[in-house]
């Protein structure tokens, strides 16, 4: 809370928060005229809570390069899905988002359904892939949405209680992907991620989460020299920095999915863990 704002008498307050409201939007509108779409970013693409935040974030501080952690106003206001509707170009997207667009590595993990679109609007450039063990990633998201995973679907009053921007994801919004209860879902949207990156492995950098978490100072600097970068800072004190709320990666999965639905995942997502040395 700002020393101004707690000065403001509580009457006034509604007018008080319009006005900042507008100079918000002002300067927004300001920042969106002078601000350029860079020409060719860094783009860290993969799934939901597969740890793109914190990679992103720590090659950022390693390289000294800006950066976008999520386009936040796609986590308020969601928009990618009209594009997917094609009631908006992809152009225009970018365009309305260009304050995000504007830094030398982008994250967001939404952007992985547009990698066709993306590599034709940016063809000079480099896209690094991050993949997570499903069972990880899975019970992640689901511990991020405060659900449980042994239940066969989600109940009307949990799902009320989702965001639109996280329905969206859930419910694979215009992928056309089957899924007979939530956790299918999420299984095939984990196995759609990981046939993106097999079916363009040869256009994109691939880092496992499960071999950053054994020496993230290393994975870093590696990816760093990947890309044709150069390492300027040392980033040993903030590797354990919590970029993304975390999960309870101390629960077993046959605990947390029971029987049933830790099978649905391993069922479908079998082939693709194989490839990743994710074992069943």
Not at 81 to 90: E, R
Not at 93 to 101: D, G, S, T, V
Not at 156 to 176: C, K, P, V
Not at 177 to 189: F, T, V
Request: hydrophobic content about 40%; aromatic content about 12%; overall charge neutral.
């Amino acid at each position: 809370m700002s020393k101004i704002h707690s000065f403001v008498p509580n009457f006034i307050q509604p007018i008080y928060q319009k006005i900042r409201g507008f100079r918000y939007q002002v300067e927004e509108e300001f920042k969106k005229r002078v601000t350029s779409v860079h020409p060719h970013p860094i783009l860290v693409l993969g799934n939901q809570k597969s740890g793109t935040s914190a990679i992103a974030a720590l090659l950022a501080e390693n390289t000294g390069l800006s950066v976008t952690i999520d386009i936040t106003q796609e986590v308020e206001h969601p928009i990618y899905h009209h594009v997917i509707l094609g009631k908006l170009s992809f152009d225009e997207y970018i365009q309305r988002h260009k304050l995000y667009f504007s830094n030398a590595i982008i994250k967001e993990p939404n952007l992985t359904l547009f990698y066709n679109q993306l590599i034709d609007y940016f063809p000079q450039s480099q896209f690094v892939f991050i993949i997570r063990d499903p069972r990880d990633n899975i019970r992640s998201i689901l511990n991020r949405l405060q659900l449980p995973g042994n239940l066969t679907e989600i109940q009307l009053e949990q799902r009320q209680m989702l965001t639109q921007a996280w329905q969206l994801i859930i419910d694979n919004f215009g992928l056309n992907l089957p899924g007979s209860n939530y956790i299918e879902k999420m299984a095939y949207r984990w196995d759609y991620m990981a046939n993106l990156y097999s079916n363009n492995s040869e256009k994109m950098i691939l880092i496992r989460y499960e071999d950053f978490l054994q020496d993230k100072v290393s994975q870093i600097e590696i990816l760093a020299q990947k890309l044709g970068l150069k390492p300027i800072n040392d980033i040993s004190d903030k590797v354990n920095i919590q970029f993304q709320g975390r999960g309870d990666r101390n629960v077993k999965w046959q605990d947390f999915f029971e029987k049933d639905n830790l099978s649905r995942i391993e069922s479908i997502c079998n082939e693709n863990m194989k490839k990743f040395d994710y074992l069943i």
